[in-house]
């Protein structure tokens, strides 16, 4: 378990259960879909905002917003979340196409990769969420006639209780190499919360697993409370990410992961704009500044 982990707490109870952070990345990933340059595909996305009464006057569409990309929270902060789907869609499918046989989506949230990616024909998507958030999912889907490219297994629980039990109950080999993914979850958890589920991931992957989670470091909770992708999302949306962000020291994951004989690496977002010719570039007091993506490998001995 991790303990008092929040999963979408800014939300509970709306739309189903189904958190407004949640369907701030699918507005984002639509939005990105429909761009002329887009990094990542996703046909599900603007479904999901369109099915949340919340989410009515919610842009999908770069055109739908009056500066475009000079609009702090549509423009740049959407380009960031489809950067980074892009960037951990790669990972996740070089994992997959190198050892790792099983896939496990912490937080799955309004994760559609099942549906959107090209699978090996033996691999086993898990998505563990709240059962609101699958249950909201899964009619949305379903009203679509969409169909999965992978055996996918829904995992409803919640990471505040024994998700262990449910996940192994659901299928889950830990004899089998698995990738593991934390998009967007570790920040909101305490730092304890944190590290237990580090160490449960540790625990239960195989030789020649993998982990790819998003963090942040302490100065980027602590200093940009005005900067303009946080200003935008509070008057926009009604989402004040700071207020949902744990406050207290962050744990260094990356060094706990490196003594368990994990090999890391740690990229800023900006890495991957240059590397992709498209997406967020720092600027002055930058909510962005503190994020960072790490990667992970448990060797093969």
């Known amino acids: ?165 449910a996940l192994s109950t659901a299928g889950f080999d830990p004899a089998v190499p698995s990738v593991w993914l934390a998009e967007g979850l570790l920040f909101y958890l305490p730092s304890p919360a944190e590290t237990s589920l580090i160490d449960m991931v540790d625990r239960l992957s195989a030789e020649g697993s993998a982990l790819a989670y998003e963090a942040k470091l302490e100065k980027d909770l602590l200093q940009y409370r005005d900067s303009a992708i946080y200003t935008a999302t509070r008057e926009q949306i009604g989402i004040d990410l700071l207020h949902l962000f744990d406050k207290g020291p962050r744990p260094d994951s990356v060094g706990h992961l490196t003594a368990k004989g994990w090999s890391t690496s740690v990229h800023t977002p900006f890495e991957f704009t240059h590397r992709h010719g498209r997406g967020p570039l720092p600027e002055p007091n930058d909510a962005l500044e503190g994020n960072r993506w790490v990667f992970a490998d448990k060797a093969l001995l």
């Open 1 to 165: 378990m991790v303990g008092t982990a929040p999963q979408h707490t800014d939300a509970e109870g709306v739309d189903g259960g189904v958190g407004l952070t949640a369907l701030l990345v699918a507005a984002a990933r639509a939005i990105e879909t429909h761009r002329h340059d887009s990094l990542a595909q996703d046909i599900y996305a603007e479904p999901f905002v369109r099915a949340a009464p919340a989410c009515a006057d919610w842009p999908v569409r770069i055109q739908q917003v009056p500066d475009g990309d000079d609009d702090p929270l549509w423009g740049r902060f959407a380009r960031y979340f489809g950067l980074r789907t892009r960037v951990l869609d790669d990972f996740l499918l070089r994992s997959v196409r190198t050892s790792a046989r099983q896939v496990v989506l912490l937080g799955a949230g309004l994760d559609t990769r099942a549906f959107r990616l090209d699978w090996p024909s033996d691999c086993v998507v898990f998505e563990i969420d709240r059962a609101g958030v699958l249950d909201f999912k899964h009619q949305v889907l379903t009203d679509l006639s969409a169909t999965p490219r992978v055996k996918r297994v829904p995992v409803p629980v919640d990471l505040r209780d024994d998700w262990v039990t």
